[in-house]
């Protein structure tokens, strides 16, 4: 039991390096195949796409960090690459071929696949020893007999095997039960989102003992293939910086390509100070957007700040040389525009 739990912690050492909302949707198509070959948090409603015929399996879609657990059917002995061991002595080794899938029925991986060998026993510094790795897709190793734990890992997806080592050919196949997500967004009305920094969050479902959930991406941006263990995850979409926010539950299937849109209601809207509408915005202006309540969205500083505001209702206040000057005003979904707070609009006190 020492010797499983020191290998949780090394794994970790060793692994992953990784305000109010409004109406918003999502939709899923159905997982399709083969499409990553192409490239070398609450859940919003979800709109179920019609049933469709199960898509074949991905085969070789996905490239690699980790997380955990195999299975071991038997594989003919046919390595392409020798990976460097780091044991030259092959006179009491025996050859150990690896092969990983990303599902019982799919093909076996060629390409975006880091696999690392490790004793099962802990080294002078309290951790695990490393004794052997490979990348790309299948590995050939050459091993002493004797028991070891093998890492698979294919992008934010991962399993951990424990093989025994005897004299002879070793065979084994991880199914890692791993798929892939391709996240995009737009605007209701399936406007395109072409101007703000648009960027998605994947996180585990369920929270921890402190109430939160554990990242597993960030930053993605619309359009990358995210590889990860068959699950459900809470995806987070964060249009700008201040409030416009998606959140949706979306679940992964080995083998396949999960395809999500969610739907933004949000705008960008540019603040200016001006004596008359349309004239020339005045420097040297702070600025604070509220509710319509009196909660802080967002501030800024200048003659031109702009921000992406969910659709609603805010009050903006400006101050120069010691003056405030407010006004209302409403932002519409894809409605980018100016907001004008006018010299004569003297905030009362």
């Known amino acids: 039991m020492q010797v499983f ?3 949780a912690i090394a794994l970790c050492a060793i692994g992953l390096a990784i305000s109010p909302l409004q109406a918003q949707d999502v939709v899923t198509p159905p997982a399709k195949p083969d499409e990553l070959n192409a490239a070398p948090a609450d859940a919003a409603p979800v709109e179920a796409a019609p049933e469709e015929p199960a898509a074949p399996p991905l085969g070789d879609l996905f490239g690699g960090n980790a997380v955990p657990g195999s299975s071991t059917p038997v594989v003919p002995y046919a390595p392409a690459i020798t990976p460097d061991t780091g044991m030259p ?4 080794e025996s050859p150990v071929y690896m092969v990983a899938r990303l599902s019982e029925d799919g093909p076996a991986l060629t ?4 696999w690392r060998v490790y004793r099962p026993t802990l080294d002078d510094t ?3 020893e490393l004794v052997a790795t490979a990348t790309g897709g299948d590995a050939d190793f050459r091993l002493a007999p004797g028991d070891y ?3 698979t890992a294919y992008g934010y ?12 050919l070793t065979s084994q196949t991880v199914v890692l039960n791993a798929g892939g997500i391709k996240l995009d967004a737009q605007f209701s009305g399936n406007q395109p989102i072409r101007a703000g920094r648009l960027v998605f969050d994947i996180y585990e479902r369920e929270f921890n003992s402190r109430g939160e959930r554990k990242i597993v991406a960030s930053n993605v941006k619309p359009g990358d293939i995210v ?4 699950d459900t995850y809470h995806i987070v979409s964060r249009y700008g910086a201040v409030n416009a926010t998606v959140r949706a539950d979306i679940r992964v299937e080995p083998g396949k390509l999960t395809e999500a849109t969610v739907y933004h209601n949000a705008a960008r809207v540019t603040l200016k100070l001006v004596n008359q509408p349309g004239g ?12 319509p309540g009196g909660d802080t969205v967002v501030e800024g500083t200048g003659a031109f700040p702009a921000f992406v505001l969910a659709s609603g209702e805010y009050q903006v206040i400006a101050r120069n040389e010691d003056k405030l000057y407010s006004r209302d005003f409403e932002v519409k979904t894809a409605a980018h525009g100016e907001v004008e707070v006018l010299t004569s609009s003297l905030l009362k006190q």
């Open 111 to 114: 390409q975006g696949v880091t």
């Open 280 to 291: 020339e915005a005045i420097a040297n202006t702070n600025w604070s957007v509220l509710t």
């Open 149 to 151: 734990f093998v890492h």
């Open 126 to 128: 309290g951790r695990l």
């Open 5 to 7: 739990k020191a290998f």
């Open 157 to 168: 997806a991962g399993r951990t095997s424990r093989i025994s080592v005897r004299n002879g």
């Open 89 to 92: 002595n092959q006179g009491t």
């Open 227 to 230: 590889r990860l263990n068959a």
